[in-house]
């Protein structure tokens, strides 16, 4: 298996600019998480899906953040309009269903710079 | 969301040292994992405890979760260069969901 595969890896864009995150998670996984990477915050929930049905998203920071997930293998992140303090590290995980002992699979991660 | 505060915040130490990192909070966890980011790259699970006072060993590295079930900490022996690493803690949300500690970055000089 590839593993979680986040894309793209790096995105430079425009303070205003809208930016879609993309995450294929592992096939077969049933859970689904975005996480935020920050020096200052450290790695925050952003959101989890399971089944593709979004349970919490209490750690949205603001309502220019929305996140799909149509289809088991497939998930957007989507920032509009963007500012430079979304600059940031977007990691998505996905786990098996199991419990929640069950070892999370990270992507490599979307570097996120707004200007 | 849980906190969970780890400490140190940075450890930079010469290779054959030991040191700990600990994972501290108020909470009461099912169970906490503990993971190691390399630069570039995501999380990458190191172990899972579930029982309380329970320890695990990987290869120099000595897991242990609190008796209580609220703390954890990390022991690695005769630390070496591929040790160096951004050290996360992970406790259980109520749900399936995961929160992830302040982290420890390590520095293994050689």
């Known amino acids: 298996d590839a593993g979680v595969i986040q894309s793209p890896r790096h995105e430079v864009t425009e303070m205003g600019q809208e930016v879609t995150l993309r995450c294929k998670p592992i096939?077969?996984?049933?859970?689904l998480f975005w996480y935020r990477q920050t020096m200052m915050r450290g790695l925050e929930l952003l959101i989890y899906?399971?089944?593709?049905?979004?349970?919490?998203d209490s750690g949205m920071p603001e309502d220019r953040f929305s996140a799909k997930m149509p289809n088991a293998s497939f998930s957007t992140l989507k920032i509009q309009p963007s500012e430079p303090r979304d600059s940031a590290v977007y990691f998505c995980a996905s786990r098996r269903a199991g419990g929640w002992s069950t070892e999370a699979f990270f992507g490599q991660g979307t570097r996120l710079t707004v200007v | 969301t849980q906190l969970l505060e780890q400490s140190p915040q940075f450890l930079s130490i010469q290779e054959g040292e030991n040191l700990t990192v600990y994972c501290n909070s108020s909470s009461v966890f099912s169970s906490l994992q503990w993971y190691r980011q390399e630069p570039g790259e995501g999380p990458v699970l190191l172990v899972t405890?579930?029982?309380?006072?329970e320890v695990k060993k990987l290869k120099r590295l000595t897991f242990q979760f609190g008796d209580a079930r609220k703390d954890s900490s990390l022991h690695i022996t005769a630390a070496q260069p591929g040790d160096t690493g951004l050290y996360l803690c992970?406790?259980?949300?109520?749900?399936?969901?995961?929160?992830f500690g302040t982290g420890t970055s390590l520095t293994v000089i050689p």
């Open positions: 096939s077969g996984h049933n859970s």
């Open positions: 899906f399971n089944n593709n049905v979004p349970i919490d």
């Open positions: 405890v579930v029982t309380g006072g």
């Open positions: 992970a406790g259980a949300g109520t749900g399936n969901q995961f929160y």
